[in-house]
C-alpha cells in the first residue's frame, strides 16, 4: 500500500505547477516543501521574472512557451490572481552583434510575433532607454513580467483546493526506489509513493545519482533595482520587460511593480556557490560598479544606486538545458530541475509536462535535449 500516486518534491518555480497540473490528473498527489512555497531563498525570490515568446537558441522551446502562454491565464483564471503582467518585451543590441541576429534567426524559425524598432522609432516609444548610436530592439507584444510569489502560491493553494496534500517545512533527505515504489524519506519519517517528481532546484543535487551531480552545478543568481526619478515612465504601461546586449554591456529587467523601484540586474552573472544553503546574498564591490554603471548609461531616469538587490541559487547543466524526464527507463523517479537560471517564464508548461508523464498519462515529443537520459552512465 503506498501513500500515494504521485510525490512532488520542491514546491518552488516548477514544482509547483507540477503539483497544481497533477491535481487535475489524480486526487491522491503529495507535495513536499522544505520550507514553504515561494520562501524568500529560493529561485522564486525577486518579485518578477521576465515572459517572453522570443529568445535565442534552440527552436524547441517555442511549443513550451506558447503552451505556457496559455497555462499562466489558466492558473489566473482558477486561481483569481493578477500573475503576468502583459506590458510586452525589448530585446535590444547592436546591429550586426551576436545579439540580435541570433534572436531573429530562433524568430524567424519558430514565426513568433514581432516587430522590429529602428533607434529613431525606439527614441519616440521609449525615450526611458538610452540607446548607443548603432542599437536596434526587437519588440514582442505577448511578453510580460510574471509575479513570481503569486504564481507559485496561487498553484499550490489551488492544488490543494483539487485535493493535494501539501507537507510544509519538510525537507527529504533520500529517495530510494524499491520493488513497490519510491520511499521518500525526511528524518525519521518515510513515505511510500508510485512516482515522485524531484523539482528542488538547487537543492535536486543530493537526490540525484552521481553521473547527474557531475553533470550539474549550483550557481547564485543576483539581481538589483533601482528608484525611477519619474516611476510613472517606468510603469508597466509605458515601460515593457527588456534585455539588452549593447558591446561590453548586459541587463535585463522589469517595470515597476510596486511603483517605486524598477528591476535591472546584469545578464548572464551566474557564478558557482558551494550550496544552496548558503548563498552570498551581498553584491560584491565589483558587482555594484559594474551594475550602476551599466544603469547610468542605459537608464539615465533611473537614479543609478542600488536600492535593493539580493541572491538566489539555481542548479546549472553543462550544457544550459534542464533535466526534464525520467531518469532512465522504467524509473518511478521523474526529474524536473536544472532549468539554469531561465526556467520560471515556462514553468507552467514544464509543470504540465513532468505531471502528464510523471503519472504515465502522456508522453511528449521533441524534447530528446531536455531528457537526463543525454548524460549517460559511464
Given at each position: 500500500m503506498t501513500d500515494g500516486k504521485l510525490a512532488v518534491?520542491?514546491?518552488g518555480s516548477i514544482g509547483s505547477m507540477a503539483l497544481w497540473q497533477a491535481s487535475h490528473l489524480t486526487d491522491s498527489v503529495v507535495g513536499f516543501e522544505a520550507q514553504s512555497p515561494a520562501h524568500a531563498r529560493s529561485a522564486v525570490g525577486g518579485d518578477t521574472r521576465l515572459f517572453r515568446m522570443l529568445y535565442r537558441g534552440t527552436p524547441k522551446y517555442y511549443p513550451i512557451l506558447d503552451r505556457s502562454r496559455?497555462?499562466?491565464a489558466e492558473l489566473e483564471a482558477e486561481s483569481g490572481q493578477d500573475i503576468l503582467t502583459r506590458c510586452g518585451g525589448l530585446f535590444i543590441g547592436t546591429v550586426g552583434g551576436p545579439y540580435i541576429p541570433s534572436l531573429l534567426e530562433t524568430t524567424r524559425l519558430n514565426g513568433a510575433d514581432h516587430e522590429i524598432l529602428s533607434r529613431e522609432a525606439m527614441a519616440e516609444r521609449y525615450p526611458q532607454h538610452?540607446?548607443?548610436?548603432d542599437d536596434i530592439a526587437?519588440?514582442?507584444?505577448?511578453?510580460?513580467?510574471l509575479r513570481t510569489d503569486r504564481a507559485v502560491t496561487a498553484a499550490v493553494a489551488a492544488a490543494q483546493a483539487n485535493g493535494a496534500t501539501v507537507h510544509t517545512n519538510t525537507p527529504i533527505d533520500d529517495i530510494q526506489e524499491t520493488d513497490d515504489g519510491v520511499v521518500v524519506t525526511s528524518g525519521d519519517r518515510s513515505w511510500t509513493f508510485e512516482n515522485v517528481i524531484v523539482a528542488s532546484g538547487g537543492w535536486s543535487q543530493m537526490l540525484m545519482p552521481d553521473h547527474l551531480k557531475a553533470a550539474t552545478q549550483t550557481k547564485r543568481i543576483f539581481l538589483s533595482w533601482f528608484v525611477a526619478r519619474d516611476a510613472a515612465e517606468f510603469s508597466p504601461e509605458r515601460f515593457p520587460v527588456f534585455i539588452r546586449i549593447s558591446g561590453d554591456r548586459s541587463m535585463y529587467g522589469a517595470p515597476s511593480v510596486d511603483g517605486v523601484t524598477v528591476k535591472a540586474t546584469l545578464d548572464g552573472r551566474g557564478a558557482p556557490t558551494p550550496k544552496a544553503d548558503s548563498?552570498?546574498?551581498d553584491l560584491t564591490p565589483a558587482e555594484i560598479a559594474e551594475t550602476t554603471e551599466t544603469v547610468a548609461e542605459f537608464f539615465p531616469g533611473l537614479f543609478p544606486n542600488i536600492v535593493r538587490s539580493d541572491?538566489?541559487?539555481?542548479?546549472?547543466?553543462?550544457d544550459g538545458h534542464a533535466l526534464l524526464g525520467h531518469l532512465r527507463e522504467n524509473s518511478r523517479v521523474y526529474c524536473a530541475t536544472g532549468f539554469c537560471g531561465a526556467g520560471f517564464k515556462?514553468?507552467?508548461g514544464y509543470g504540465e509536462i513532468a505531471a502528464h508523464e510523471a503519472l504515465g498519462k502522456r508522453s511528449f515529443e521533441g524534447l530528446?535535449?531536455?531528457r537526463p537520459q543525454r548524460y549517460k552512465t559511464n
Open positions: 518534491i520542491g514546491l496559455s497555462l499562466w538610452n540607446l548607443r548610436p526587437v519588440y514582442d507584444p505577448h511578453a510580460g513580467a548563498v552570498p546574498r541572491a538566489f541559487p539555481d542548479l546549472y547543466t553543462r515556462m514553468a507552467s530528446d535535449f531536455l
